[in-house]
């Protein structure tokens, strides 16, 4: 199957610096990709949706300038999180696809904010 | 608030017992996806199902997608160790453009020796 590749899987960082995660598609070109949120045994929450040479579409509730979206290429898109507090502390996952059926997820970024 | 509900939330299941969890949905579904995420893991596709009571199978896993198209289930049996991890459906809205799935809670397993 399709590979998604995340990047890092971990990280820690003080409170008020931002910290980018990388979502890679390795052996598919992805002109969208889907990030989410996940808190400890709680489903996914799909934070936005990432498109390739045009801005995201966020859901509601989602703040645009805490969670910025960058989607430059078609194999390669980043979630930033802006001056972040304890609060924005989650696993966060990134999803794609090459078909219209089935979706292929990241390793995950468990982020850290002390 | 959530749009697919999905219950139980966690299921204790001894080894070779059957289980079953299941999906609905306050909306109709154009379909719902099964995935499994094991500890510590991230979410992997299991199936879709796409048409009005279809039903799948995989092995020991029976999935089913109601008549209405806003519930799912999917059955368990025989329960292996292998099988511990959360099961999770998701569900795309009609009105939604594809990938923009709706997950449950998700069902937690643990397998009993």
């Known amino acids: 199957g399709a590979v998604v590749s995340q990047h890092p899987s971990r990280v820690i960082c003080k409170s008020g610096t931002s910290v980018k995660i990388e979502c890679r598609s390795l052996d598919f070109q992805a002109t969208t990709m889907f990030w989410y949120r996940q808190f400890p045994k709680q489903s996914l929450m799909l934070m936005a949706t990432s498109n390739e040479g045009s801005k995201a579409t966020y859901e509601q509730g989602v703040e645009k300038d805490k969670f910025l979206i960058n989607h430059a290429s078609l194999t390669l898109s980043t979630l930033t999180v802006t001056s972040a507090h304890p609060e924005d502390s989650s696993f966060y996952i990134c999803?794609?696809?090459?078909?219209?059926?089935?979706?292929?997820f990241g390793s995950g970024t468990q982020l850290s904010v002390l | 608030g959530q749009q697919v509900m999905q219950i139980p939330q966690y299921q204790h299941v001894q080894e070779g017992e059957d289980f079953t969890t299941y999906c609905n949905s306050s909306?109709?579904?154009?379909?719902i996806q099964w995935y499994k995420q094991r500890p510590g893991g991230h979410p992997v596709f299991l199936i879709q199902l796409v048409k009005s009571g279809e039903v799948k199978k995989q092995k020991r896993l029976t999935f089913q997608f109601g008549e209405a198209k806003k519930n799912s289930s999917l059955h368990i049996t025989a329960t292996q160790t292998t099988d511990v991890g959360t099961y999770f459906c998701?569900?795309?809205?009609?009105?939604?453009?594809?990938?923009?799935?709706?997950f449950g809670a998700g069902t937690q397993v643990v397998v009993t020796p």
């Open positions: 999803s794609a696809s090459p078909l219209v059926e089935k979706l292929f």
């Open positions: 998701a569900g795309l809205r009609e009105t939604d453009s594809w990938g923009k799935l709706q």
């Open positions: 909306t109709t579904l154009s379909n």
